[in-house]
């Protein structure tokens, strides 16, 4: 019953380090999220997919690229990082108009 | 105007309280509605979807007015495990590329 599994759990990079955050469902959702929680504040928006092969930005972009290649897979990459990265990331999956069901999360600390 | 708002919060009530959390959207297009809870350090999680004609699980109630664009969640018999951030989280696209999250309400059910 794995549902959205995200790896890793936690996570310290220097400054400029690179990382990637892997994200996969066993659901068979067509669409797939990355979201990030600063402390104390809401989700906002990295990077969506509605399909394999299709990509879109979201709300706050910059800093990060992804890739999906397989339903299943939706990693995301941070190139450079900033302590202005240092967050949760949530990955998500949903259908077309169902729910929306989260990972556990991965905690990015950048020093 | 904010996409999704939501009461501002804290809200602290005794155990055995009636709370109703509220919550107001931008969009009328929106296709589906629901109530999400987030425990602290935690992933987000479907609480219940909403409903035009409104409904119940348990203790909980929601209820849509799309008219008034408007949802709520109505807490009875508070419990000290219900303390946690409830969500307002809407679909604004017609394909499932757009949940707007509100910024949430933090309940905390006192002894």
């Known amino acids: 019953n794995a549902g959205v599994t995200q790896t890793p759990k936690f996570r310290i990079l220097k400054i400029g380090q690179s990382m990637t955050l892997q994200c996969t469902q066993d659901m068979n959702h067509n669409y797939m999220y990355w979201y990030r929680q600063d402390p104390g504040m809401g989700l906002k928006l990295i990077y969506y997919?509605?399909?394999?092969?299709?990509?879109d930005k979201g709300e706050v972009p910059n800093g990060y690229n992804v890739s999906r290649s397989t339903t299943e897979d939706f990693p995301l990459r941070l190139e450079l990082a900033a302590p202005s990265q240092t967050s949760v990331y949530f990955c998500?999956?949903?259908?077309?108009?169902?729910?929306?069901?989260f990972g556990e999360g991965s905690w990015l600390t950048v020093v | 105007r904010k996409e999704v708002e939501q009461d501002p919060g804290p809200f602290n009530v005794p155990e055995g309280a009636t709370v109703a959390f509220n919550c107001t959207y931008s969009?009328?297009?929106?296709?589906?509605f629901f109530w999400y809870r987030q425990d602290c350090r935690k992933e987000p999680k479907l609480l219940m979807s909403v409903y035009s004609s409104g409904n119940e699980d348990g203790r909980f109630t929601a209820q849509l007015n799309r008219a008034s664009q408007y949802i709520s969640l109505l807490i009875r018999d508070s419990k000290l495990s219900d303390s946690a951030t409830y969500l307002c989280v809407v679909n604004m696209g017609n394909y499932g590329q757009n949940f707007v999250f509100g910024p949430g309400t933090r309940l905390s059910v006192l002894p």
């Open positions: 969009n009328s297009a929106s296709q589906s």
């Open positions: 998500a999956s949903s259908s077309r108009l169902g729910t929306i069901y």
């Open positions: 997919s509605v399909g394999a092969g299709i990509t």
